[in-house]
């Protein structure tokens, strides 16, 4: 009875009801380096809160052929599981749908594979699902060479007049997991317009070394950085809660370098509160990005013409009790939650409702966008916020600074930036007046996290922006 007074009360126990869904194809060199077949049984158990229109398998600059088989082995496992993760969460698509829409490219490398005659089945899949008659755009997550997606460019540019290539290129938004052929930068320089988010550059050079997904759990081999608790991401913590749980969670292989070096693709586009799928600069599991034209650097396949999302820094004080300033610790600060998040939901393929644990529900009290001026007090208010299952809650208030264009002071005061009682349902703080950058105005991110006190414990977020007027 509690449980359902809940779903009444809050009417956002479902995320996946409560917003609406990013619409997604998959583009992966899927058969090679395990990690895509790790990235890919992890989008299964979000596939409530994404529309996939397509898996299609890709080849890239290390491989140089398609491999659906394996595709359609990790949605036959989700077939498997579906019925019981709709217990927890409504919204699962049908193993019959998922295979409906899994497809591929020709087994040719980077720009070999785009031009006349070049048309494949993910190509013209890709088309389709731009032309459909739907206001949400579609978000081509690329997990290795983007040449299908080259392809469908292509042949839109070949065929259609400018206004109606134009419309096609608004329709689209992309997040590449570096440069993994020649047509990634094609594509960039092509078409100016297109909102491409990227790491340029290729593993060959030491591009992937610099690339903000390697956060995701490049500690020990890409990365080489310090801070982040690997202990999560190894081989042995996913054994224990990842692969043992049922037909899903075995066909999740073993590691060879890192752990789901793709799986930041799509991450931002999960509904859990913090992101914003058209704001890559205000950060989220799947790291920040900022709009900029990056000069060239040794591992580029090229200069870059015009300015794409890529790499920005955060400021995350370590599990080291060290500060690091990375590109990488935009992804890596949420580590402990994802990694959570994600052993609930294989937890959700294979026990009943009552078994396993559920996100908690944040709520503001006021609205997420306020206006203040400096020196104003800002109140901030959560105690409308629940959880599911009746666990208790922990609170968390911290200001995200470099989401926004302000923080509330620049005074060293660490990742709570001087908000009092942050550790409490409510709490406030005091925009300074001084030691801010003229003219001390702009916004200001406060981000909101929500810890239940299950198992695994699970973090949900709400983010207010102030605006700071004079």
């Not at 031009?115 to 206001?135: F, N």
């Not at 794409?308 to 590109?327: K, L, P, R, Y």
């Amino acid at each position: 009875m509690r449980i359902a007074v809940l779903f009444i009360l809050l009417g956002t126990a479902f995320p996946a009801r409560a917003q609406t869904k990013n619409r997604v194809v998959v583009l992966t060199d899927i058969g090679g380096d395990p990690d895509d077949q790790m990235s890919m049984v992890r989008l299964m158990t979000y596939a409530n809160q994404l529309e996939i229109e397509g898996l299609i398998a890709t080849t890239s600059d290390g491989q140089h052929r398609v491999q659906p088989e394996y595709i359609k082995k990790i949605v036959e496992a989700y077939g498997a599981v579906r019925d019981n993760l709709s217990i927890h969460e409504p919204g699962y698509p049908t193993q019959q749908y998922l295979e409906e829409h899994i497809s591929v490219g020709f087994a040719l490398d980077g720009m070999k594979g785009v031009g006349k005659g070049m048309d494949s089945p993910g190509s013209e899949l890709l088309i389709k699902a731009v032309d459909k008659k739907d206001d949400r755009p579609l978000w081509v997550s690329i997990w290795g060479g983007p040449n299908v997606l080259a392809q469908a460019l292509w042949k839109v540019r070949s065929t259609r007049g400018k206004e109606a290539l134009t419309r096609f290129v608004s329709r689209l938004r992309v997040y590449a997991i570096s440069d993994q052929d020649d047509s990634g930068p094609w594509i960039r320089k092509e078409f100016p317009e297109l909102f491409y988010i990227v790491t340029p550059g290729i593993n060959a050079g030491g591009g992937f070394h610099h690339a903000t997904w390697i956060g995701i759990g490049g500690d020990k081999f890409h990365g080489r950085f310090g801070g982040a608790d690997f202990s999560v991401v190894t081989n042995e913590w996913l054994d224990k809660n990842i692969r043992i749980k049922g037909p899903l969670g075995a066909v999740y292989p073993h590691w060879k370098f890192m752990m789901e070096g793709d799986t930041p693709s799509f991450l931002n586009l999960l509904q859990n509160g913090l992101s914003d799928a058209g704001h890559p600069d205000w950060g989220g599991w799947g790291g920040r990005y900022e709009l900029y034209m990056p000069k060239r650097e040794k591992w580029f396949l090229g200069s870059e013409t015009r300015p794409i999302w890529t790499n920005a820094q955060d400021e995350v004080f370590g599990m080291d009790g060290q500060w690091h300033t990375t590109d990488q610790a935009s992804i890596w600060r949420w580590r402990d939650a994802f990694q959570n998040d994600f052993a609930a939901r294989m937890d959700w393929t294979v026990k009943s409702y009552k078994e396993a644990n559920h996100p908690p529900v944040p709520e503001f009290v006021h609205g997420d966008r306020m206006t203040a001026k400096q020196g104003d007090t800002v109140r901030l208010d959560a105690s409308g916020s629940a959880d599911l299952d009746g666990d208790a809650l922990s609170y968390e208030w911290f200001c995200y600074a470099e989401a926004g264009t302000r923080g509330i002071s620049n005074a060293a005061t660490g990742i709570k930036q001087g908000i009092k009682n942050f550790d409490q349902p409510k709490a406030f703080f005091v925009i300074s007046r001084n030691r801010v950058m003229p003219p001390g105005t702009g916004t200001l991110h406060i981000i909101l996290a929500v810890t239940d006190h299950g198992v695994p414990r699970l973090t949900r977020y709400k983010r207010l922006i102030v605006d700071v007027v004079e």
